[in-house]
């Protein structure tokens, strides 16, 4: 089946600075999306992105499905933002299976 | 996602109670989930129905009991659980297309907040 990696695998930002999260996934996909799971464990969408770009507010994803990445931009964070941010993926033949990858977890710092 | 609704919230539970989870979606959609997510990994799916119907169990020992009383309910029916049990289940729901099943579909999954489950 298909493999979702991601890194970092921890980050710690200032409030306010950038960041870049990485997936890789391993073969073709038909869903892909992107989770922020809060210290609640509240596991939010943040995009649906098998291909292209999406922004909302200060988040934005591209995902190139030829080359096999997706990324996830955080532009001027806050403390809110932390928690763990997972990637998830469903392959082509098997695409009511979401594989989610380790996950990235943020803390912002004040 | 608040549009996939989970009850209850929190739930402990000796090894020989029997205790259900509810999850609740009013999108239309015909697939719904169970994932189930220990502390510090990542949500794993557990089962699928489609149309009302089991369509894939992911080798789930039979303590866990899946049940989809219709097109908007989902439950989980538990019993004789292990400690290791212990962990957050998740619901999630997503638009399909029409069977057969396993079916090609390219639309995301909507989760809920989750049922936070003890064994003792």
């Known amino acids: 089946g298909i493999q979702v990696e991601q890194s970092p695998p921890d980050l710690i930002l200032q409030e306010g600075a950038n960041s870049t999260l990485r997936c890789n996934f391993s073969d073709s996909v038909n869903n892909l999306q992107w989770f922020h799971q809060n210290p609640w464990g509240q596991l939010i969408n943040l995009f649906y992105?098998?291909?292209g770009t999406k922004q909302n507010g200060r988040l934005s994803a591209t995902t190139v499905a030829t080359e096999r990445y997706s990324l996830l931009y955080i532009s001027s964070s806050q403390t809110t933002d932390s928690g763990v941010y997972f990637c998830?993926?469903?392959?082509?033949?098997?695409?009511?299976?979401?594989?989610f990858g380790s996950g990235t977890r943020l803390l912002v710092r004040p | 996602d608040t549009e996939v609704t989970q009850t209850p919230k929190h739930l402990v539970m000796g090894m020989t109670n029997k205790k259900s989870l509810k999850c609740e979606q009013h999108m239309g959609h015909r697939a719904m989930y169970w994932y189930k997510q220990k502390a510090k990994k990542p949500p794993e799916l557990m089962f699928v129905y489609s149309y009302e119907k089991l369509s894939i169990n992911e080798s789930v020992p039979s303590r866990f009991s899946p049940e989809c009383p219709n097109s908007s309910l989902l439950n989980l029916h538990l019993h004789a659980l292990q400690p290791e049990d212990s962990a957050l289940y998740l619901c999630a729901s997503s638009q399909t297309k029409t069977a057969p099943f396993p079916y090609n579909s390219n639309q995301p999954q909507h989760f809920g907040d989750g049922t936070r489950l003890s064994i003792l």
């Open positions: 998830a993926s469903a392959g082509m033949d098997s695409s009511y299976k979401l594989i």
């Open positions: 992105i098998p291909s």
